[in-house]
């Protein structure tokens, strides 16, 4: 006869009540500590945490947003189209890292712009998750009827990016203007006068701003803007490889190309391989963002860095205080980074 299989025993759930009687605190102390109230004794707090990381306790999200009646979730709604978009990546993994150090969950949705039911599919995903605060990134932190809809709803919101802040959203963006003449600025002191630019889509606010301060830039230096070297783009890979393509064609190809985000300069970085063009003694090629994409690549990208570390952060904290009701408009410096992908061009060489 077979010998029975032995049973395996489950592990007891660990208590917040286990938390307390390991540090020698009560149930109270412990949930201030969790709930990262000020009026706690570094002292306690630091040992609540010791017998918190010792018994590597957990807490109920749903028993302590009862408790305290408050929600411990965020929520974070994405434009369904930007699956797979680097900058929506790293916000969203951005988000998650602050979140988990507030001791909050984040719920990610992907909704269609183009939906008519847009607004009441967000406003239904808010009110049946019971969320503490709704995030938004482009192209729905523009979205007319979106933002119309958030107004009354009793729900803090977060916009990344809006063309223009509005009274009850916390919104965070950089000078996408400056920004754009920045870069446009940086290749015109290398001596480029031949400059192409990749833009976003066209109702994406940041993509159009970074636009105006390359024309802007180009407008200071003296230097005509060239429309011909003017493409759109989808903010995507192929969208930059397939206006790299038609500009590198062209019977006298741009020197430089500037691409409104870093997933299109690398795809113009693969169209530069396909003429056989060394970059960047041949082309400099320059984006925006800073990926780790950007960084990885070679060469590594020149960009024009976004701090989407410092904005989440304020992000975040400023709806777990709930500071949606007024006006709360932050811009963040950004930062020009000179890798290998910029050079004077050829001619400027000799």
Partial sequence: MDEAAPRTRKRKAVTIYDVAKRAHVSIKTVSMVLNNLPAVKAETRARVQDAIDALAYHPNQLARGLASHR?????????????????????QMEILKTCQKEGYHLVIEYVEPSSPNLARQVQSLMVQSDLAGGILTPPLSEHDGLIEALKHTDT???????ERSMPGFIDVDMDNVQAGYDMAALLLSLGHRRIGFVHGEYDHADARARFAGFRRAMAEWKVPVDESLCLPGEFTYKSGMDAGDVLLSLPERPTAILAANDDMAAGVLAASLRFNLRVPEDLSIAGFDDSLFSQAMWPRLTICRQPLTEMTEAVVAALIRNEGVEPAAMVFPHKVIVRQSTAAP?????
């Fill in 156 to 162: 803090p919101i977060a916009r990344y990016s809006p």
């Fill in 71 to 91: 929600s411990f979730m965020l929520g974070l709604f994405c434009d369904g189209n930007a699956i797979g978009s680097n900058y929506i990546a790293r916000i």
């Fill in 346 to 350: 050829a001619e400027a060489r000799f």
